[in-house]
């Protein structure tokens, strides 16, 4: 499985990016994709989950109502939609990608992208 990301870069507070994810290699519709960010000095932290068959989200508390993951079949991609930008959503953001059920553990993840830099500033 191979995961590649874009769509990083800066904007100002209240701004909006959209992070894409191209996914190769397996069968799609028995993934999980997760979206995942890390921050200068602290630890990698769930964002946004999404149960590629389903079509089933989850989304951490601090990012629900601005963030929105979702995919394209066609492409084979998953998305993550962020809007109303914060400064301290700065962090390099990557997707993931899981058999099995929805986990918000970075560490039940066995597939990872190359990771994008998201920058907000004030």
């Known amino acids: 499985v191979q995961l590649v990301e874009s769509g990083g870069g800066l904007v100002q507070a209240g701004g909006s990016l959209r992070l894409s994810c191209a996914v190769s290699?397996?069968?799609?519709?028995?993934?999980?994709m997760g979206w995942f960010r890390q921050a200068p000095g602290k630890e990698r932290e769930f964002v946004a989950a999404l149960v590629w068959s389903s079509g089933s989200t989850y989304y951490a508390d601090s990012v629900k109502g601005r963030f929105t993951i979702s995919r394209d079949n066609a492409k084979n991609t998953v998305y993550l939609q962020m809007n109303s930008l914060k400064p301290e959503d700065t962090a390099v953001y990557s997707c993931a990608a899981r058999w099995g059920s929805y986990d918000a553990f970075y560490r039940a993840y066995p597939y990872w992208g190359q990771g994008t830099l998201v920058t907000v500033s004030s």
């Open positions: 290699g397996g069968t799609f519709s028995t993934y999980n």
